[in-house]
DNA sequence: TAAACAATAGGGATAAACCCCTATATTTTT
DNA sequence: AAAAATATAGGGGTTTATCCCTATTGTTTA
């Protein structure tokens, strides 16, 4: 019978290691490489072709990249995503880059077998956290709400705004700078606030810093 | 001959179960145990008793708070940090704390093993990347007063509120939390500012997170 | 071309943060 | 033993943030 062949791409080789070690426990498993970044992972993959591609997601990986040009150039294989993160607007871009899987890392080591052998046999799989923030948004959709919780919905003036106070300017300093009025800065705060559903600076700051609007 | 015994404090369970499989791939090495928090950390190498506790650090287990608390009540434990994070700022932090030991993740298996042996015979064993930021900063830090650059300048109280005020509490909340007045918490907030010299909350948000009392 | 959105600004209110003090009991350091 | 630091708490004040609203003007989109 043929095993299953897993290309695991993970660039922090302890990770990457263990992991390895976790998937040949599993008897229908078989590991056809191991690639530390993204180009590395296309290459391999279109030279060893897996089955499956294991992809960690991080800074040094960019996973949705990596899925996009997989999926399109080889749509046979599988993409199954191994992360830590599960926001919403992550979850989205990558499942629409084309991943078939994605598992939390803080999944137990049989969901991502489970997983594995689910992909292998043509059918997706999600951990509960992703299935949950996938049947949240169907309902949002139909309930045609889709203001109020989309991700992507500041507007240039409110990121330009929240920068400010990120960066720790008082809403009259940042009047001043912005040569409006008081009030107007209050408002967009107001809203900013209510858009993220965060209610204190604590959180829009750290918002701030998770988008990539202000650096640490 | 008695083996190094080990508790891994690691949130996400695949990487965890992935870790112990390499460690005990080395025979002098045993697990004594498993966390996946902080808390849950401290509790269980007080009742384990390991040689070593090695300590992920993310969004779920703020590692320079567990290090200290651990690095206090018992001495003879090592902590070895093994993590993806290397900024100056956050090592300073952790070894401030009482970490004996620093691998980064994207070392090699070995290293993590060589590691493991060199804090149990009671030296200490950073990554190369961290050993850089160490000799780097040494000159300065010498010639430096020491307190102005570490966290022990905060009182533990100040930094346990400075934790509490920079996840997003209000004075009122943290009084509450900690059964003292309002009064004391606002002295305790100007008391910090002034001694790092922030003037804003945005600034003390951003402080806390480089020094490791937050996380993002 | 209506309707929705974006940016502007104000009134008026409460809550929270921040600043200046003083003060006491306890612990730690010198 | 004396001095310094820590943790506590209060008075009293100003500034800032946050939350209700309403409203106008220009732009974008369905």
Do not use: C, W
Request: aromatic share 4%; hydrophobic share 45%; proline share 2%.
């Amino acid at each position: 019978m043929e095993k299953i062949k897993i290309l695991v791409a993970e660039d922090q080789i302890i990770l990457r290691k263990g992991l390895i070690k976790l998937l040949i426990e599993d008897e229908d498993i078989e590991i056809a490489g191991e690639a530390d970044d993204g180009p590395e992972a296309i290459e391999k993959a279109k030279k060893l072709q897996p089955d499956i591609v294991i992809l960690d997601v991080n800074t040094k990986l960019n996973g949705v990249e990596v899925t996009r040009k997989l999926a399109q150039s080889h749509p046979e294989i599988k993409v199954l995503i191994l992360t830590k993160h599960s926001s919403d607007e992550f979850v989205f871009a990558i499942l629409d880059a084309g991943a078939k899987g994605y598992v939390i890392k803080s999944a137990a080591p049989e969901d991502l077998i489970a997983a594995i052998h689910t992909l292998y046999h043509g059918h997706s799989y999600f951990s509960p956290e992703v299935s949950k923030i996938l049947l949240k948004h169907i309902n949002q959709r139909e309930s045609k709400n889709h203001k109020s919780n989309s991700l992507f919905f500041l507007t240039k003036r409110e990121r330009e705004i929240l920068k400010l106070v990120a960066e720790g300017h008082s809403s009259l300093k940042i009047a001043n700078m912005l040569f409006i009025s008081i009030k107007t800065v209050e408002n967009h705060r107001s809203n900013i606030m209510n858009k993220l559903k965060i209610d204190n600076l604590a959180g829009l700051i750290k918002y701030a810093i998770r988008k990539g609007i202000i650096q640490i």
